[in-house]
């Protein structure tokens, strides 16, 4: 099972938000996220809030998973008001592709009705390669869809198999190919490092792999063993062995370096695009503090400063859309310090940097230390992490919020 909510203060049942948090609606970019809780199978590494058929008992349907979800978005209009278009809507999951494109197109259509898109929206589903094929991404884009991320993780058998990934590796070109024909100009591939018994080869045959593609944006993260899930389990019963951070380290200077020659430059620490263009203005909404809202089960939101997240199970989802109420589970009132903590966690991990005035005075004062080791750069009061500091950002995140 997916890991718990965090608590939290009670969130009104009628979704109503502070209005000192409404004041500033927008002011850095408007958002939606509409999450879709259903897999075919659960990858043994995954602990997102999402449910196989078996997983999911009785009483909750897939078919009826978007009007649910149109359902909240009424509720999100109701206490926002309509004031300002939607910059970028983001679909995630879970898989997002197991339901047919109308629900897709369906639930970005009730996104447009009640609050109006950007004329340069960015409109993004996240999509495994063994879910879609030429129809189903024809009518995504007919739809208002503008950007594809596919789940690629690797392109070697034996890691996708640690994995428990079910897709042929052979498909990921074929998809990529399939959503160009489409008509998509913003592909972005998935890539995973450092899954047990990957070699540095193997991550280099995934990178060039990936890159045969000719995708716009790559992220690469490394995986992480959360608690709880098959992953978890296989590591500590010593079945499977991560591997060191002098491996990691060199799986992302490899990165880096070959997507670099590639013309893929890095703006976030774990994510590349080829051009400004290409980057994922709503993952950047997100680091830099803009408003968005969360649909679905389990969904977190931020409005203004007011954090709020769903109930988590696509059970108790129905229940509180059916009886008409919130299903907003609990919410927290960010004090100015935690958003300012919030806000160089995120930004200290952009190309574009954190502004130093965001330093509190010990932060400020362990600057100098940061610059004389080589992990940041400060030019005009921005902070930018060097090579060697993109290596380091969590460490180098430590020290400046001492
Ligand atoms: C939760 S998935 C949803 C999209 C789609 N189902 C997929 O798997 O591509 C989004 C991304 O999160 C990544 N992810 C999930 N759990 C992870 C973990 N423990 N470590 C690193 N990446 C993880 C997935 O591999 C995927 O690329
Ligand atoms: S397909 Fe994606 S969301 Fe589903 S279990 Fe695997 S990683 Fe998680």
């Given amino acids: 099972m997916p890991s718990a909510l965090p608590p939290g203060d009670p969130a009104p049942a009628d979704g109503s938000l502070p209005a000192e948090s409404l004041s500033t609606?927008?002011?850095?970019?408007?958002g939606f996220y509409v999450h879709v809780p259903f897999c075919t199978v659960r990858c043994g590494y995954c602990d997102f809030n999402t449910y196989t058929a078996i997983e999911l008992g009785p009483g909750v349907s897939?078919?009826?998973?978007?009007?649910?979800?149109?359902?909240?978005?009424?509720?999100?209009?109701?206490?926002?008001?309509?004031?300002?278009?939607?910059?970028?809507v983001f679909f995630g999951g879970g898989t997002p592709t197991l339901l047919p494109a109308s629900d897709l197109v369906g639930m970005l259509g009730a996104i447009r009705d009640e609050f109006g898109l950007a004329d340069d929206?960015?409109?993004?589903?996240?999509a495994n390669p063994d879910s879609v094929d030429l129809d189903y991404l024809r009518a995504l884009r007919e739809g208002g869809f503008t950007r594809l991320s596919f789940g690629m993780q690797?392109?070697?058998?034996?890691?996708?198999?640690?994995?428990?990934?079910?897709?042929?590796?052979e498909r990921v070109p074929l998809v990529v190919e399939w959503a160009r024909q489409a008509g998509f100009e913003q592909i972005s591939l998935d890539l995973i490092y450092g899954t047990p018994g990957e070699s540095i080869d193997d991550w280099r045959t995934s990178l060039e792999t990936a890159l045969a593609s000719d995708p716009d944006h790559i992220?690469?993260?490394?995986?992480?063993?959360?608690?709880?899930?098959?992953?978890?389990?296989?590591?500590?019963?010593?079945?499977?062995?991560?591997?060191?951070?002098?491996?990691?380290?060199?799986?992302y200077e490899l990165a880096d370096a070959i997507l670099g020659k590639q013309g893929l430059t890095w703006y976030e620490v774990s994510n590349w695009a080829t051009d400004a263009t290409q980057r994922c203005r709503h993952n950047m909404l997100y680091w830099q503090g803009g408003d968005w809202w969360g649909v679905?089960?389990?969904?977190?939101?931020?409005?203004?400063?007011?954090?709020?997240?769903?109930?988590?199970?696509?059970?108790?989802?129905?229940?509180?859309?059916?009886?008409?109420?919130?299903?907003?589970h609990a919410r927290e009132v960010l004090a100015a310090e935690d958003r300012r903590v919030e806000r160089v966690l995120l930004e200290l991990r952009l190309a574009n940097g954190l502004s130093t005035a965001a330093l509190d005075e010990e932060g400020q004062a362990a600057l100098p230390e940061q610059v004389r080791r080589g992990l940041v750069t400060v030019a005009d009061g921005t902070i930018v992490l060097t090579d060697t500091g993109r290596l380091l950002a969590d460490a180098v995140v430590r020290d400046l919020l001492p």
């Avoid at 995986?223 to 002098?246: H, Q, S, W």
């Avoid at 059970?315 to 109420?325: L, V």
């Fill in 219 to 251: 992220s690469a993260y490394s995986l992480i063993v959360e608690d709880g899930t098959a992953l978890a389990r296989r590591v500590r019963r010593g079945e499977i062995e991560m591997p060191d951070e002098d491996d990691l380290a060199d799986k």
């Fill in 62 to 88: 897939r078919q009826t998973y978007a009007e649910q979800a149109i359902e909240e978005v009424r509720l999100a209009r109701r206490v926002l008001g309509r004031d300002r278009p939607v910059d970028t």
């Fill in 121 to 126: 929206v960015e409109v993004t589903t996240e």
């Fill in 25 to 30: 609606l927008g002011e850095k970019g408007l």
């Fill in 296 to 328: 679905g089960p389990g969904a977190h939101s931020h409005v203004g400063g007011t954090r709020w997240w769903n109930v988590k199970h696509p059970a108790a989802y129905a229940d509180r859309i059916g009886a008409g109420t919130s299903p907003a």
């Fill in 154 to 169: 690797s392109a070697v058998p034996h890691v996708l198999k640690t994995l428990d990934r079910t897709h042929d590796p």
